[in-house]
Every structure is written in structure tokens, then in C-alpha cells.
């Protein structure tokens, strides 16, 4: 069954790969997107993360869709988090699964690239020094 949403909860993992299981599929890849501690040279200690969440959702099953197409994947979990996080939380989770490791490789792969690419999700850093400033590069949102 395939999950695509945007929460404010944290991110768990156990049920995602719950989603994403099937007995037909040799190859099961996740990605997970954390909090580091520093981004273009600067001290970080968290980021904020706010979202157009109807468009967002809706963007993100457009690329579920792609990938499964594209990538003859069976399963997709696509999850991005919402609100403060601190250091080493998860930000963002691209799980898939298909018959083959090199589709759900390259389907992990893709779906990342996209959803930081295309979906309205912003990211603003909370750097050590006490300031705060918001991220417009798309490159930017999600590494």
C-alpha cells in the first residue's frame, strides 16, 4: 500500500517498510533526509520546515505515480515532516520496493531528486549563532 503524506509527527521507519512490503519484490531501498549540524559552512542547530500541504501532498502523488511507471516499482513511501526538528531527526523518507534492486535504486533515487525539486516545502535554518534565515533554493530544501 502506498503512503504519501506530510506530517508534523516525527518519521518512523518500521511502518513505512511495512508499506512498502510484498513477497514479489527482490529489492526494498530507503532513503532517509536528517538534520545535520551545519550547512554551507555555518553552525546549525535545527531547522523548520513549513509546507503548502494540499499542493504538496498532491505533487507528491504525481510522483509516486511517476516512479512506478517509470521505475516498474510496486510500492512507494513518500513522508515529509513539518515543524521544528532538531539535529539527527528525519526530515524526509523515499522508501520503494520492486522486483529488482537497480529499479528501486534508481526510483529512490529519483523520488528525492523530485520532491526537492517540485514540491512547495521550505526550509529555515535556526543557525548557531541565534539568527534564523529561510532557505529559496530548491537544491536547498532537502540536503
Known amino acids: 500500500m ?4 506530510i506530517q508534523d509527527a ?6 513505512a517498510l511495512r508499506a512498502i512490503a510484498d513477497p514479489s519484490c527482490g529489492g526494498q531501498v530507503i532513503f ?28 507528491m502523488r504525481r510522483i509516486a505515480e511517476e516512479l512506478k511507471q517509470e521505475y516498474a516499482i510496486r ?6 515532516r513539518v515543524g521544528e526538528l532538531r539535529l539527527e531527526e ?12 537497480e529499479a528501486a535504486f534508481l526510483a529512490c533515487q529519483a ?3 523530485r520532491i526537492k525539486r517540485r514540491v512547495p516545502i521550505w526550509k529555515k535554518e535556526r543557525w548557531a549563532e541565534g539568527e534564523a534565515s529561510w532557505h ?8
Open 32 to 59: 532517509l533526509g536528517t538534520v545535520r549540524d551545519s550547512f554551507e559552512g555555518r553552525k546549525s542547530q535545527g531547522l523548520f520546515y513549513e509546507a503548502y500541504r494540499e499542493l504538496a501532498e498532491k505533487e
Open 90 to 101: 528525519v526530515a524526509v523518507l523515499v522508501a520503494v520496493s520492486a522486483a529488482h534492486r
Open 111 to 113: 523520488g528525492i531528486d
Open 10 to 15: 516525527p518519521i518512523e521507519v518500521a511502518p
Open 2 to 5: 502506498d503512503v504519501v503524506r
Open 136 to 143: 529559496d533554493d530548491p537544491e536547498a530544501r532537502l540536503t
Open 75 to 80: 510500492h512507494v513511501a513518500l513522508i515529509h
